[in-house]
């Protein structure tokens, strides 16, 4: 293994070839304010107009409905297509990035090696990038489709066997790659300028090749503007969804129990907002490795007890084949469904009394609230994924949740499927009726101890919730701070319980076309900076992987810090790219 004093010299190397000549120092100008260390731009301008937002959206009543229905209209409209565009861009640039010659270049440089272990690594991630949603969508999304025949992407006659195999395969487009490669790219970004290029871990950031120096003035504070903006509505827009779950399965559980069920709304669940926010704080107070890395483990712990049960109680042979026969549906008909646009639907007989709009409401949403969500999800990711290499960060990223997510939208969609089919069930009738977050409690009713299982899904969404805003909170503060990594506890519990009161707000002044309205207009700007951030990212890596070409282990590195086979594989000189298979000698090229 590597000594202290050989990671040592590997750091200095790192900063003396690597590092962006800047005598800009992290936090440079932040101000001291009731215990916070904040940024004096960013910081003030979020709260100045997050507290305009509140309270326009308090003020207007049942107005602010209207308007946050016109805006979700007028975004879907004019820049759908963008969104679409946009998210195929992101696919292929990251699995392109990748594949490339910069894919053995490590996040953190030279020496660098893992935080966590694969498990905790893929146990925070995925808990931080959508736990709450598949908990909300994995049935009420198929039983839509399914009632829709595929929507408009597809012609088939609903609540067949043919719309089933549809329905799921929707769902798993939209919960699968894409999703998760628009978080790969904000992650890639963020991990590399901030640990191999020596910048401050914010989004201003990874536009040093475009901007130099001024990212650290007027444009820099625009774009970590727009990144907390869209960070705290997408937050929100999760947050309310998770609020209204609770309290469904709340209300049903109580009822169950104790014969009084608690009631459904919007003050009950401001009183579950308010309640988990405190919660939050405590997680928050914990820190990274007490208290989020440990929730994160338990939800996942969790999630496959509850996957677990579905597939032994319900008909496994059913689930499992209509899991492999809705991949192949996904697979085969990718490059369809990532392309789709609803052009030309009036003229399409095969589209004779589908609803027209129905993209607006799923993947422009979806693509929408991924993109809104890609601030603190990356940067989350780019906090722990240290030491990785580009391709092994980027293969997980987009492997591992995605096929966890495939088998739980499978397992859970295939059984509400077989539960409508076979067993008569009315958990199409209830998510019509009663709402989306009615579904998953539901289906749970229709089969062996629902209330133990009831009980299991709450706590799960519970610290998902938690999960979700402490991490969440955690990239604010950082954002606030000027991208100072040991930000004071009090201003990161701050920024959870502002987070809270946006979703409270949001389920106050529209409800849940507040919440999408949030998530797809805050996205809108920040799918424009991921597009620049592929082109400063390749201007990064290229650099970065010339230096590394003219680097000789032997020679820079200080006596008696030589690599050798004793050295820990991290920091050997396989850590240099050298695509021609010769490192030219360090004397020639320096």
């Known amino acids: 293994m590597a000594t202290d004093d050989q990671d040592d010299a590997w750091s200095r190397l790192q900063r003396d070839r690597l590092h ?62 963008f969104y679409i565009a946009s998210v195929n861009v992101f696919v292929v640039a990251l699995i392109a990035l990748a594949g490339s010659k910069y894919g053995d270049i490590r996040i953190g440089g030279l020496g660098a090696s893992p935080e966590y272990t694969t498990f905790e690594w893929m146990a925070m991630l995925f808990s931080a990038g959508m736990g709450i949603g598949l908990m909300f969508w994995s049935v009420a999304e198929p ?15 609903p609540n067949t066997g043919r719309a089933a195999t549809a329905a799921l395969g929707i769902t798993f487009f939209h919960w699968g790659l894409h999703p998760w490669a628009i978080y790969g790219l904000v992650a890639l970004g963020l991990s590399f300028f901030a640990f ?21 003035d007027w444009p820099g504070h625009l774009i970590d503007l727009v990144t907390v903006f869209a960070t705290i ?22 009822g169950r129990l104790v014969g009084s069920s608690v009631p459904v709304g919007t003050g009950t669940q401001l009183v579950i907002i308010a309640a988990i926010t405190a919660i939050t704080g405590l997680s928050v107070w914990a820190g990274i490795d007490r208290g989020l890395k440990r929730l994160s483990t338990l939800n996942v712990y969790l999630m496959l007890v509850l996957m677990g049960f579905v597939l032994l109680v319900g008909p496994t042979r059913y689930v499992l084949e209509g899991i492999l026969r809705s991949l192949g549906f996904y697979l085969q008909n990718l490059p369809h469904m990532s392309l789709f646009a609803e052009s030309f639907l009036g003229a399409l007989p095969e589209a004779a009394g589908k609803t027209a709009n129905w993209q607006d409401t799923w993947t422009i949403f979806y693509w929408g609230w991924w993109i809104a969500w ?55 009738a209830t998510v019509v009726e009663q709402g989306k977050a009615y579904a998953m409690f539901e289906l749970l009713s229709a089969f062996p101890l629902s209330t133990v299982t009831s009980v299991v899904a709450v706590a799960v969404v519970v610290t998902f919730f938690v999960t979700s805003a402490d991490s969440g909170s955690q990239v604010i503060a950082l954002l606030s701070s000027g991208g100072k990594l040991d930000v004071p506890q009090v201003q990161r519990m701050l920024w959870a319980v502002v987070v809270g009161v946006v979703a409270a707000a949001l389920l106050v002044g529209g409800g849940l076309g507040a919440l999408q309205t949030a998530a797809i207009t805050t996205g809108l700007p920040f799918a424009v900076l991921i597009l620049l951030l592929i082109y400063t990212v390749y201007r990064g890596l290229e650099t970065e992987y010339e230096t590394l070409r003219t680097i000789d282990p032997e020679s820079d590195l200080p006596d008696g810090s030589s690599t050798d086979a004793d050295h820990d594989p991290t920091i050997t000189a396989n850590d240099i790219p050298d695509p021609a298979g010769e490192r030219p000698p360090s004397s020639s090229e320096d």
């Open 20 to 81: 962006v000549d800047t005598d800009r120092e992290l936090g440079a100008g932040n101000r001291a304010v009731f215990g916070m260390d904040v940024h004096p731009v960013v910081f003030p301008v979020s709260v100045a107009m997050i507290g305009v937002f509140l309270a326009v959206t308090i003020s207007l009543g049942e107005t602010a409905a209207v308007a946050y229905e016109a805006l979700f209209e007028f975004v879907n409209a004019n820049f759908g297509w």
């Open 143 to 157: 039983m839509y489709h399914l009632g829709s025949g595929g929507g408009t992407m597809f012609p088939f006659e």
């Open 196 to 216: 191999n290029r020596g910048l401050p871990l914010t989004f201003r950031s990874m536009f040093y090749p475009l901007f130099g120096d001024r990212v650290f």
């Open 233 to 254: 509505f997408g937050l929100a827009t999760s947050l309310g969804l998770g609020a209204a779950q609770i309290n469904a399965g709340v209300s049903i559980v109580s």
């Open 374 to 428: 890609s601030p603190f999800v990356g940067l989350f990711i780019a906090r722990i994924s240290r030491g990785r290499t580009i391709r092994q960060m980027v293969l997980g990223v987009l492997l591992l949740p995605t096929a966890f997510s495939v088998v739980w939208l499978g397992s859970f969609g295939g059984l509400a499927v077989f539960t409508q089919f076979e067993l008569g069930g009315g958990i199409q």
